[in-house]
Nanobody, 124 residues
Framework: QVQLVESGGGLVQAGGSLRLSCAASGRTFSSYNMGWFRQAPGKDREFVAAIIWSGPRTYYGDSVKGRFTISRDNAKSAVYLQMDSLKPEDTAVYYC?????????????????WGQGTQVTVSS
């Protein structure tokens, strides 16, 4: 069982940066692959980034490549999303999620645990 709590969302101007954090509880956090997803009003949930349990391998959605960076600290049971060069279209609720799956990490369907989400609003 893993419980996830996101933080770090807020209002930022276009071109600015935010760093989201996701704190996990549970003794087996280090064995989970972690992902970030986002959902804007009226739109489907969208894959943002994922990182495997050991850390070095990462995946990004096309819309955020080169601007967002996912990282994790297993000692702190935390995963982070550094968001730079933010655009108004990045506005959404951002969710972190955990999975034991090693395939299809870009699909929300493989994730077993989800946080409550944190709102990110980028003004133009």
């Amino acid at each position: 069982q893993v419980q996830l709590v996101e933080s770090g969302g807020g209002l930022v101007q276009a071109g600015g940066s935010l760093r989201l954090s996701c704190a996990a509880s549970g003794r087996t956090f280090s064995s989970y692959n972690m992902g970030w997803f986002r959902q804007a009003p009226g739109k489907d949930r969208e894959f943002v980034a994922a990182i495997i349990w050991s850390g070095p391998r990462t995946y990004y959605g096309d819309s955020v490549k080169g601007r967002f960076t996912i990282s994790r600290d297993n000692a702190k049971s935390a995963v982070y999303l550094q968001m730079d060069s933010l655009k108004p279209e990045d506005t959404a609720v951002y969710y972190c999620a955990a999975t034991k799956s090693v395939v299809r990490l870009t699909s929300s369907l493989v994730y077993d645990y989800w946080g409550q989400g944190t709102q990110v609003t980028v003004s133009s």
